[in-house]
């Protein structure tokens, strides 16, 4: 929990001063914060080094390892920038509060 509340305090993520339009800018930006703070940031759109499986958004999205050493965030590369960009905010919110979290919309959603 000592490096979740580090990496909050570290980000320097300020609400309401966000840009207007979401881009890949505003992801990196996020993501190079999130990681300057202490959390692995890893992305990938394919299982292992097998390019022949991607991984697919309706199977998941992003998931969050909570550890005192070093917390991760894993999102899946094939999602829009958006959807990363919710992914990344979603999961480090996870982190800070100290709760491991495999999010995929249409599971936690009710929906199959």
Same mark, same amino acid.
């Given at each position: 929990m000592k490096t979740a #509340?580090?990496?909050?305090k570290n980000t320097f993520i300020t609400f309401g001063s966000h840009p207007k339009?979401? #881009?890949i800018t505003s992801c990196k930006t996020l993501r190079d914060k999130i990681s300057q703070a202490g959390v692995i940031v890893m992305m990938s759109g394919i299982v292992g080094n097998n390019t022949?499986?991607?991984?697919?958004? #309706?199977?998941?999205r992003a998931f969050a390892m909570v550890d005192d050493l070093v917390p991760l965030i894993f999102i899946n590369s #094939?999602? /829009?920038v958006s959807g990363k960009l919710f992914s990344l905010l979603h999961e480090f919110a996870h982190i800070c509060i100290g709760n491991n979290s495999l999010y995929n919309d249409r599971y936690s /959603?009710?929906?199959?």
């Open positions: #509340n580090r990496a909050y339009y979401v #881009n022949h499986r991607p991984l697919d958004i #309706n199977e998941f #094939n999602d /829009s /959603s009710g929906t199959r």
